[in-house]
């Protein structure tokens, strides 16, 4: 989607989209995973629980904090991370918004 087009849509739908391309990865995945298993705020274990670089994983962290899904605050020398729940909740009810929209009508194709 070119930057340029996204006026054509509604402030929603682009929200939507950047917290889907955030979570569109699998180290994304598992790294929201961990954080919610843990279900407290993750400081810096994640490279032994991966198995990713801490660059990588870095990297994945501000891609999800960038789209509001996560929070970081800063303890020391290092950067604790949790789920923002206001986003988190957000984002559950977009998607049973759009997955509940669909009405099957019969064969249609």
Same mark, same amino acid.
């Given at each position: #989607?070119?930057?340029?087009? $996204? +006026? ?6 682009? !929200? *939507? =989209?950047?917290? /889907? !391309?955030?979570?569109?990865?699998? =180290?994304?995945?598992?790294? /929201?995973?961990?954080? #919610? ?5 993750? @400081? ?6 991966? &198995?990713?670089?801490?660059? $990588?994983?870095?990297?994945?962290? !501000? +891609? *999800? ?9 800063? +303890? &020391?020398?290092?950067? @604790?991370? @949790?789920? +923002?729940?206001?986003?988190? !909740?957000?984002?559950? #009810? ?5 997955? &509940? ?6 064969? @249609?194709?």
């Amino acid at each position: #989607m070119g930057i340029t087009k $996204t +006026e054509i849509f509604t402030e929603e739908q682009n !929200k *939507l =989209a950047v917290q /889907l !391309k955030a979570i569109a990865h699998p =180290a994304r995945i598992a790294i /929201l995973q961990h954080i #919610m298993q843990a279900n407290a705020c993750i @400081c810096g274990d994640l490279v032994d629980e991966l &198995g990713l670089a801490q660059a $990588t994983i870095s990297q994945h962290l !501000k +891609e *999800l904090k960038n789209a509001g899904l996560i929070q970081g605050t800063i +303890e &020391g020398v290092s950067v @604790c991370y @949790c789920i +923002e729940p206001n986003a988190w !909740k957000n984002l559950q #009810m977009e998607l049973n918004k759009l997955f &509940g929209s669909y009405q099957t009508k019969g064969n @249609c194709c």
